[in-house]
């Protein structure tokens, strides 16, 4: 049997998706499952249990006839399709692939999860919701331990440290507290700090503590993350992969996002501190310091 499994992003929610991609490998144990997702995640999962091979969407315009040619060839030819991306674009690739047997949204599907209220459920719970239509019904708490194998010796780690994750998408200034404040932060703090993020998501130099911005690939990310005491941070892809390996975290929201609908969650499904300000740069460094686990 093949199956294809479509979930091109962003970093969080791939991660709030392992316990789906572990509950489609264990009810189809001896299927060939294929990832279709973007390029910045397939070193990561390729490395997991989960799937056996890992197709790059470049989500390119389909008007265009070679990607149109490259495209349909990744889709066709699967006996089962779960697409847990259901955007407009992924539910598109329903006729394109042949309409084959298809969990998600697409008009037309076997299985459609077409729940009025999806929209306002937390990510974690739609998903679960919409393979228990296609007779997934319960999912596992995944086995994490290939996550944290990577050797992260040359960064001189520690051995306790507080992660700090000071950054956020670039597309999403509002969701990052100021540089200023998680500055006054780490001079609070009773660990020593290890920093990281994107090349664009940098601290002060003059904090004390390992930087590591823009020096790790995201299986180091993993591993580096799976060390910390704790972790702070906004909203953004690392701090739901500190939840996911269970990382006593706090978790900054503005109001440009919603936890009720996407915050990071521990592996037991409960969710880390989250605090939140209409404005992050309202958010005192004393309200967070006093949060911590």
């Given amino acids: 049997m093949n199956i294809l499994v479509i979930k091109h992003g962003a970093f ?60 349909r060839q990744q ?58 239509v296609a007779g997934i019904k319960e999912l596992p708490e995944p086995d994490l331990s290939w996550l944290t194998s990577t050797d992260i010796s040359r960064h001189g780690l520690p051995p306790r440290f507080a992660l700090l994750v000071p950054g956020a998408s670039i597309r999403w200034p509002e969701k990052r507290w100021p540089l200023s404040k998680f500055k006054a932060l780490a001079a609070g703090l009773p660990l020593p700090r290890v920093v990281v993020g994107g090349p664009d998501e940098n601290m002060p130099d003059d904090v004390p503590g390992v930087n590591l911005v823009g020096q790790t690939s995201l299986l180091e990310l993993a591993a580096i993350t799976a060390r910390a005491s704790l ?33 990071p969650r521990y592996p037991h499904g409960g969710r880390p501190t989250i605090l939140r300000a209409p404005s992050l740069a309202d958010l005192p460094v004393a309200q967070v310091l006093s949060s911590l686990p």
């Fill in 231 to 263: 972790a702070i941070g906004n909203d953004t892809g690392p701090m739901h992969l500190a939840a996911a390996l269970g990382v006593p975290s706090v978790v900054l929201f503005s109001h440009a996002s919603d936890p009720a609908l996407a915050a």
């Fill in 75 to 132: 889709l066709r030819g699967h006996d089962m399709v779960y697409d847990l991306q259901t955007s407009t674009r992924s539910s598109g690739y329903f006729l394109l692939a042949g309409r084959p047997a298809w969990s998600g949204i697409a008009k037309g599907c076997a299985f459609p999860h077409n729940n009025p209220a999806r929209s306002s459920m937390h990510t974690r719970e739609r998903i679960a919701e919409q393979l228990a």
């Fill in 12 to 71: 969080g929610d791939v991660v709030l998706a392992f316990r789906a991609f572990a509950g489609i490998r264990r009810a189809h144990p001896r299927a060939h499952i294929t990832l279709l997702t973007t390029a910045p995640f397939k070193p990561l999962m390729a490395r997991s249990p989960w799937f056996d091979h890992i197709e790059v969407d470049n989500r390119a315009s389909i008007w265009n006839l070679r990607n149109f040619r490259q495209l």
